[in-house]
């Protein structure tokens, strides 16, 4: 048996996992929330926070109803691949990313009730962010990569 939208599932996952694996490392390396490391000084650190809200801590603790749009999110990306359409290939990693994204922050809101960030670049001022973010906005691209890929569909002249 072939599993359909196989890059979706393989997208997921390994989102999911290297998501996962790096916040494990974060909060395991780290002393307590705060504490930096820098790779590039000035430019780019590991710096532990934990984020009660959304994308750029929007709506700093509403952290209930984020877990349950995650969810929300997630089990509709598993029905579209599981009982839609085969989709195309750029489909396939764009959702299986947003995917993997959506499920990793999901299961820190919903165990911790935070999501644990660490990827702080400095130079530009931006956000502290994790790789379910990074994910979610490949995945966003793939769509986009998708979307130019189709060709649109021919009329007959009468």
């Given at each position: ?7 979706f599932?393989?997208?997921?996952l ?8 790096t ?29 009660t809200?959304a ?27 599981w009982?839609g ?22 299961i ?48 007959k002249?009468?």
């Amino acid at each position: 048996m072939r599993l359909k939208n196989r890059f979706f599932w393989i997208a997921a996952l390994v989102s999911f996992f290297l998501d996962q694996v790096t916040k494990y490392w974060v909060v395991q390396t780290f002393d307590s929330e705060g504490t930096t490391m820098p790779l590039i000084q000035g430019v780019f650190h590991f710096t532990y926070v934990t984020n009660t809200g959304a994308a750029f801590s929007l709506f700093a603790g509403k952290v209930e109803w984020l877990r349950w749009l995650s969810l929300a999110v997630s089990l509709a990306l598993i029905a579209l691949a599981w009982f839609g359409p085969v989709l195309d290939f750029w489909e396939r990693l764009g959702y299986g990313f947003i995917l993997g994204g959506a499920v990793g922050n999901g299961i820190d809101r919903f165990i911790l009730g935070y999501v644990v960030d660490f990827l702080d670049f400095r130079l530009i001022n931006f956000p502290v962010f994790n790789l379910a973010d990074v994910f979610i906005n490949i995945g966003i691209i793939c769509l986009l990569i998708a979307t130019f890929h189709k060709t649109p569909t021919s009329r007959k002249s009468r």
